[in-house]
Structure formats: C-alpha cells, structure tokens
C-alpha cells in the first residue's frame, strides 16, 4: 500500500512533480528489496511473536507524527525517509510470509 499510494500523495498533498513522486517510490522499492531478506532473518533470530508485536505497536507511535511532520515540511529527503521508514515496518510480517506454510513430506502443509 505504500509503494502504490506515494506517488498520489506526493503529488496530491505535498505538491511533488511527477518526477520525484515517482523517484520517491523507486527508493521506497529498493528499500522493499533490501529490508525483506533482512527482516525474515532478525525474526528467524528473535522470534515472530515479538518482532510481530513489535510492529504492531511501533506504528501506532509513529505513523501520525511522521506524517504530519511530512505534511507540514514537504521535502524530497522526508519523503523519502518517511517512506522507507513506514515501508521498513511494513516488511517485517511480509519476511514471515517466507517460512509459512511449509510443506510437510508427502506434500501436506502444516
């Protein structure tokens, strides 16, 4: 959801070109390409029930400050940085969905 609706509120709300609304979600994709494998690890280290939770809870910290912040200082870099935060916490579920399911031998899921 937040690779396909940051060009729209680059473009709609902060007044970005095209150009850099679209740049904007090139960065947040690579972030995507880099976090996931990294995120799916760190929850094969710690565990998924607190890195789930974790999630789950940072958001809700986050999220309305660090949009507002953007809303009320539009910049290319806090965009930017906004993005790959946002998009950082939303990779880590997306790192368990690897492991799950697993097929068992004989080719039943657990």
């Given at each position: 959801m937040i690779t396909a609706y940051t060009p729209t509120f680059?473009?709609?709300?902060l007044h970005f070109s095209p150009e850099d609304?679209?740049?904007v979600t090139l960065c947040i994709g690579v972030s995507n390409?880099?976090?996931l494998p990294i995120m799916g690890a760190l929850s094969?280290?710690?565990g998924?029930?607190?890195q789930?939770?974790?999630v789950c809870l940072v958001p809700l910290v986050t999220a309305y400050p660090v949009l507002s912040w953007l809303v009320n200082a539009p910049s290319f870099s806090g965009?930017?940085?906004s993005g790959s935060l946002l998009t950082t916490l939303s990779k880590v579920p997306a790192g368990h969905?690897?492991?799950?399911?697993?097929?068992r031998p004989g080719g039943h899921f657990r």
């Open positions: 680059a473009a709609a709300v609304s679209m740049m390409f880099v976090w094969d280290r710690i998924r029930r607190i789930l939770m974790a965009t930017r940085a969905a690897a492991s799950y399911p697993r097929p």
